[in-house]
């Protein structure tokens, strides 16, 4: 297994892995600009299957927010999006970073409870925050 930043040729496979996770998938401008701009995308790299996971944060001053945490359906549950979140929180260590926030739909679960295993706790709700009307939580972990 191989973490490492995406390239502009990943840019399909992050576009397919994307419409496969999200009901709101990002668009391939969106992920193109991410790839090129300040926000990090990284991927999980498995030499049998290619990029099974992907990870996409920006670092804002002294806050990071992830946009992004995907994991293939056929590769859930094998720790890919927690070595992401390690990968992540390795880097924050290193800069000044006082807390990560992201915002997860309501209804994921299997989301939530990876987010609250790693220290991350609800602060704030967007009502009907989705495309489909359905909210999100803000969750924010201290650093």
Known sequence: MTIRPAQLT???VLETLEQLCNPSPWSTAQLTNSVSAAQHIWVVDLPEHGI???LVWQKIPNEAEIHLLDTHPAHRRQGYAQQLLNHLFQI???ETIDRILL???SSNMGAIKLYKRNGFEN???RKSYYQNGEDAIIMEKRC
């Open 92 to 94: 924050v260590q290193a």
């Open 103 to 105: 915002e997860v739909r």
């Open 52 to 54: 099974v996971a992907m």
């Open 123 to 125: 602060c704030g709700l």
């Open 10 to 12: 990943d840019i399909p």
